[in-house]
């Protein structure tokens, strides 16, 4: 793994934080998973990818100094907007309609009406650009404080439709895991039910006893277009993985692709890994 002392130094603190330990003992560093980079041949300066297990703060990584490098989240901000949208009061639930205004956009599954559940699994910019300008500016750059949102940087009124989509907030790899800890902890200052609702709102349908919450994100405004997958992981034994991964993206129908599988691979080799040495006689 690409790493230096000083980004140790950061994990240790950071695992200090998960797992509210007193750090009188070391803390172990994160473990080196790039061989999952390796089999995507993603180069570790071109990716990040960190995954925290909040039971017991262990932690695995690839990427070195680019962990804590920040980008613009694009639509991984859709899991903050949607926690807002409904502390709001802007959004009751995942039942209420968003009517659409007729304008052709970016996919055909945007053109329609929308409740906040579909729009935040098809990505439907327009829904949550439409909740933000009801919010107005003061209110939403109160909210992206209280949450300790990467940078906290919303630009001027002028971009409070854009900021999360053209540069102006950005996060890094490791405070998108500190915030979707926080959250899974239920260590932010929101109602019990903004953060239920929510949840049914994000969760994807997968295998029964388990339960995965994960956003995809594409910015496309610089020089290098950046693919986010961010979200935690519940598997049948209660254990909960927080995720968060970015890359370069050069093949744009590869790599849309690539973001999420990376870290379904990564979750993949973990367990595996876990259940080799947990049935290891020596």
């Given amino acids: 793994m690409s790493s230096v ?30 061989e999952v ?11 990040a990818l960190l995954i925290v297990r909040l039971e017991d703060g262990k932690s695995w ?6 962990l804590l490098k920040r980008f613009s989240p694009a639509s991984t901000s859709k899991i903050l907007h949607t926690y807002i949208a409904l502390e709001s009061g802007v959004v009751t639930d995942e039942t209420q309609e968003f009517i659409w205004d007729g304008r052709a956009r970016f996919l055909d599954s945007w053109n329609q009406n929308q409740t906040l559940k579909t729009a935040f699994h ?28 990467g940078n906290m940087n919303i630009g001027s009124v002028d971009n409070l439709t854009t900021y999360w989509l053209n540069g102006e907030l950005q996060i890094s ?10 959250l899974v902890k239920n260590e932010f200052n929101i109602s019990k039910r903004s953060y239920d609702r929510a949840e049914v709102i994000m969760q994807k349908d ?5 339960k995965m919450i994960a956003k995809t994100g594409w910015y496309s405004g610089g020089n290098t277009d ?52 947990t049935h290891f006689q020596p």
């Fill in 5 to 34: 002392p000083f980004i140790s130094v950061w994990f240790s603190l950071f695992v200090c934080i998960l797992t509210l330990s007193s750090c009188e003992k070391s803390t172990p560093i994160a473990i080196d998973i790039s």
């Fill in 37 to 47: 980079f390796d089999f995507y041949n993603l180069k570790t300066n071109e990716g």
């Fill in 61 to 66: 990584s690839v990427g070195g100094e680019r």
């Fill in 122 to 149: 098809r990505s439907a910019v327009w829904v949550y650009q439409d909740i933000v300008s009801q919010i107005g500016y003061a209110d939403m750059q109160n909210y992206v404080n209280t949450f300790e949102y």
């Fill in 173 to 182: 790899a490791l405070e998108q895991v500190a915030f979707l800890s926080k």
């Fill in 206 to 210: 997968i295998a029964p006893h388990q």
């Fill in 226 to 277: 950046i693919g986010w997958y961010i979200g935690w992981f519940k598997n049948d034994e209660e254990q909960i993985y927080v995720f968060a991964f970015n890359m370069d993206m050069h093949d744009i129908d590869d790599d849309l692709r690539k973001r999420r599988d990376v870290v379904i691979s990564a979750l993949t080799h973990i367990r595996a890994t876990e259940i080799e040495k």
